[in-house]
């Protein structure tokens, strides 16, 4: 019996790192630059069903889901050829379920809360603590699956 790997065995900001179940939504950009491996916000509660970078006033009820890099892009990415950000009015392909590999600013530890950054460069990026620039509450559908250093790519487990 032939085995099938289930895994990918290289680290891409924005990769869905398991091929295991995955579910996916497309979303659509309401502004321009949007990089994979960011997770983005929207405000259904005031009729925004666009998706956007995460702000100031951003709130966890604002959190949404994570923009993965489409296979297909993955090869050329990890050589800086790929395309990597989505212009306003783009469809984005974003993650529901499943595992990603997303920059962890501050490092984290395994099975700690994952919270989103909203301050300029870093907005849409993840940390492992509240500070006063990550939306308050973590985000608890979003779990770190693995320990790294500062500034590394970690994996973290979506389940909204």
Not at 39 to 65: E, F, M, Q, R, W
Request: charge should be negative; aromatic fraction near 8%; charged fraction near 20%.
């Amino acid at each position: 019996m032939e085995n099938f790997r289930t895994e990918y065995t290289t680290k891409v900001e924005g990769a869905i790192s398991s091929a295991r179940i995955n579910d996916t939504i497309t979303g659509i950009a309401s502004v321009d630059g949007i990089q994979a491996g960011r997770i983005l916000v929207h405000d259904y509660a005031n009729g925004d069903k666009n998706h956007a970078l995460p702000t100031t006033s951003s709130t966890d009820l604002d959190i949404s889901y994570p923009v993965y890099l489409q296979q297909k892009y993955v090869v050329n990415s990890m050589s800086g050829d790929g395309i990597s950000k989505y212009s306003m009015d783009d469809p984005l392909p974003m993650l529901v379920k499943g595992t990603i590999w997303v920059k962890c600013l501050s490092g984290c530890n395994a099975g700690e809360d994952v919270y989103v950054r909203h301050d300029g460069l870093n907005a849409g990026l993840v940390d492992n603590v509240s500070s006063a620039n990550t939306i308050t509450n973590p985000a608890p559908q979003y779990k770190f699956l693995e320990s790294v250093a500062p500034g590394e790519l970690a994996e973290i487990y979506v389940n909204k």
